[in-house]
Each structure stands twice: as C-alpha cells, then as structure tokens.
C-alpha cells in the first residue's frame, strides 16, 4: 500500500516561511493526483493545494498566491512552500492522493505565532 511521509513543519511568527516534504512510496504520476491537506483542532481536513500526473496545479483561495506546491521525480517527493504565514494557517498538514485511498500518514504540524 502507498505511504507518505510529511516533513518540514514547525514553530514560526506569523510572516514566516516553511517548506514542508512529502514522500511517497508511489508514483507521482498517479492518475490520482497529490495534495496537501490540512487539519486544525475542531475543523475538517481540508485541501490546501494538489498537483496533477500532469503538473495542473490548484489552490484553495485562502492559500492562493501564498502557498506554491511542486514536486521532485527523483526523490519521490511532493513540498508545499508556504510564505506569508497567519495564525490561521496553523494545522496538522497531511499529504495523500487527491482521492485519499491510502492510509493518512502522520502529518506534520505547523503552528505560527502572532
């Protein structure tokens, strides 16, 4: 079965940058597509931002122009660049297929301050 692995995340000040990791053990070619998601205490997971087998690209409107998702054949690997940091940003983000067949990992938590 597919996993991934979320890496990057951490303690920052609002404004702050991070570049989270996700590796897989699949193929980023999948039909299916990558996204990040994110998940904050007493809300439901939501998706932040996904890359298609193709390269298409699509954003949430509340990360957009903020965050820049990209990926990297050769590791394996999908990162999400998240710029301009709010507290509202502050979740457990967790990467999958766009279609969330495989298990979730266990995420990687990012928290900004004010």
């Known amino acids: 079965q597919v996993q991934f692995v979320e890496s990057g995340g951490g303690l920052v000040q609002a404004g702050g940058s991070l570049r989270l990791s996700c590796t897989t053990s699949g193929s980023l070619f999948s039909p299916n597509g990558i996204g990040w998601y994110r998940q904050a205490p007493g809300k439901q997971r939501e998706l932040v931002a996904g890359i298609r087998s193709g390269g298409s690209t699509y954003y949430a409107d509340s990360v957009k122009g903020r965050f820049t998702i990209s990926r990297e054949i050769a590791k394996r690997t999908v990162y999400l660049q998240v710029d301009s940091l709010k507290p509202e940003d502050t979740a457990v983000y967790y990467c999958?297929?766009?279609?969330?067949?495989?298990?979730w990992g266990q995420g990687t938590q990012v928290t900004v301050s004010s």
């Open positions: 999958n297929d766009l279609r969330f067949t495989s298990p």
